[in-house]
């Protein structure tokens, strides 16, 4: 039996002009004299991602997708992500990888599929790779889990 839940949900992650004015007048009084400084919001480039997994027995479509949401979330972080120190600017993510990610919860028995799409200045290459520049950064736009098995 098929059980599915969608997720489209907008993750807002552009700081504030202030929250960038404060940076500035912080850079500025540390700068050395003659160094120009201007601050600017990163570029983002918005991923969706499509999952088909099989639960386990023990756990329903909803802790499931709940728990894959989180997992994305936290490994493609600016912040946190990767490997606990942010994602970094201008790294590719690829299907594959996100694929080795959610085969390790606990609440997924198997990954049937993973598909990626991007939104904005990107380049897909045939082994599935999203690429983006240096001052890019990605985020998850939007989730749809499919999932069967489990405890529904």
Same mark, same amino acid.
């Given at each position: 039996?098929?059980s599915?839940?969608?997720?489209?949900?907008?993750f807002?992650?552009l700081?504030?002009e202030?929250?960038?004015?404060?940076?500035?007048?912080?850079?500025?009084?540390?700068?050395?004299?003659g160094?120009r400084?201007?601050?600017?919001?990163?570029n983002?480039?918005?991923?969706? &991602? =499509?999952v088909?997994?099989?639960? #386990?027995?023990?756990? $329903?479509a909803?802790? *499931?997708?709940?728990?894959?949401? /989180?997992?994305?979330?936290?490994?493609?972080?600016?912040?946190?992500?990767?490997?606990g120190?942010?994602?970094?600017?201008?790294r590719?993510?690829?299907e594959?990888?996100?694929?080795?990610?959610?085969?390790d919860l606990s609440? &997924? =028995?198997?990954v049937e599929?993973? #598909?990626?799409?991007? $939104?904005?200045d990107? *380049?897909?290459t045939?082994?599935? /790779?999203?690429l983006?520049?240096?001052?890019?950064q990605?985020?998850?736009?939007?989730l749809?889990v499919?999932?069967?098995?489990?405890s529904?």
């Amino acid at each position: 039996m098929w059980s599915c839940r969608m997720h489209r949900r907008t993750f807002s992650v552009l700081p504030s002009e202030g929250f960038i004015r404060a940076v500035e007048t912080h850079l500025d009084r540390h700068r050395l004299l003659g160094d120009r400084i201007e601050v600017r919001a990163p570029n983002y480039v918005e991923l969706r &991602v =499509d999952v088909s997994v099989v639960s #386990t027995t023990d756990h $329903t479509a909803e802790e *499931t997708s709940a728990e894959i949401e /989180r997992q994305l979330r936290s490994f493609l972080d600016p912040i946190d992500g990767y490997d606990g120190d942010g994602w970094p600017f201008g790294r590719a993510v690829s299907e594959a990888e996100l694929h080795e990610q959610l085969s390790d919860l606990s609440t &997924v =028995d198997t990954v049937e599929s993973v #598909t990626v799409r991007a $939104t904005g200045d990107t *380049t897909v290459t045939t082994d599935r /790779r999203v690429l983006i520049d240096e001052a890019t950064q990605f985020v998850l736009g939007s989730l749809d889990v499919a999932c069967r098995g489990g405890s529904d």
